[in-house]
């Protein structure tokens, strides 16, 4: 069990941390509004931080979940609020600000206790996602708590440098959207053959979702999946070779190289090696 604070408390970092509620023994959130951390904290069973001065000693892990712009300013009032360089047990810092790399946050906290994630949107039906990258500071136990908190609200994934942080967040962090755009697309073909809007709707959803189950129960690989529905010259085969004509594959690649090709550039700008 486990004492944490969190320093926002947007839908995402929210659904993460009442996904892992069981493995915290202590909570507290703070958010600059209050509103959301009041209603956080309500939910959680925890305690509203409303000053940063209050913020309760002998921490565990201190959740940083807000955004990645705010950074520099929300950190610096952080550590004079709670004089950070004098505390001498400093708890970990668990980071989900995206483009702010381990070098970055090492610096800030001056302190390697640092861990990266990248949880995604599923995390609101418990079916994260998480991208775990530890800094050289945390302990294996502490490594271990983490580890089962994450395992409460989803699974989760540690990679082992930033590069393939970035390159899975491609997938996993930016998917989501990935998948909602190409269910938007489908649902608007059924809408322009006459079905209804909300029908429309319930069928690529049930499509997803029993797709999605058997690619979880099905000991195959997506190509064989993919295969057991397309016959040759069938009506599968042709929409497939649609697909194939206009370079899909290549466009799907291409688009994963260019996120991550920004996240590094994010990077840059967080190293302060770029305006």
């Not at 990266?116 to 530890?134: C, D, E, H, Q, Y």
């Not at 082992?160 to 970035?166: G, L, W």
């Amino acid at each position: 069990m486990s004492r944490i604070l969190t320093l926002g408390a947007g839908n995402m970092a929210s659904a993460l941390l009442l996904g892992m509620k069981d493995k915290i023994s202590s909570f507290y959130a703070f958010t600059p509004s209050v509103t959301k951390a009041r209603e956080l904290s309500e939910k959680m069973e925890g305690k509203l931080i409303e000053d940063l001065k209050d913020s309760p000693k002998g921490l565990d892990f201190i959740f940083l979940a807000f955004k990645p712009q705010q950074f520099e300013k929300a950190s610096a009032s952080f550590k004079e609020s709670v004089n950070w360089e004098e505390l001498e047990s400093k708890p970990v810092i668990v980071s989900m600000l995206a483009g702010t790399p381990l070098a970055v946050l090492k610096e800030s906290f001056s302190s390697d206790r640092i861990v990266r994630i990248m949880p995604n949107t599923p995390s609101l039906v418990g079916k994260a996602m998480i991208l775990v990258l530890f800094g050289k500071g945390v302990s294996e136990e502490e490594k271990e708590r983490l580890s089962e908190m994450f395992s409460q609200a989803g699974k989760y994934y540690i990679c082992e440098n930033e590069d393939q942080f970035d390159a899975a967040t491609a997938v996993t962090g930016s998917g989501p959207a990935y998948i909602f755009e190409f269910a938007r697309q489908m649902a608007l073909y059924l809408e322009e053959k006459g079905l209804e809007k909300k029908a429309s709707a319930t069928l690529v959803k049930q499509l997803f979702t029993g797709s999605s189950l058997l690619m979880e129960n099905e000991d195959q690989d997506f190509e064989t999946l993919r295969n057991k529905v397309t016959s040759k010259k069938g009506v599968t085969y042709e929409a497939l070779e649609t697909f194939k004509r206009g370079d899909w594959q290549g466009m799907t690649l291409s688009a994963l190289e260019n996120n991550f090709q920004r996240s590094l550039e994010l990077r840059k700008i967080a190293l302060k090696l770029e305006k």
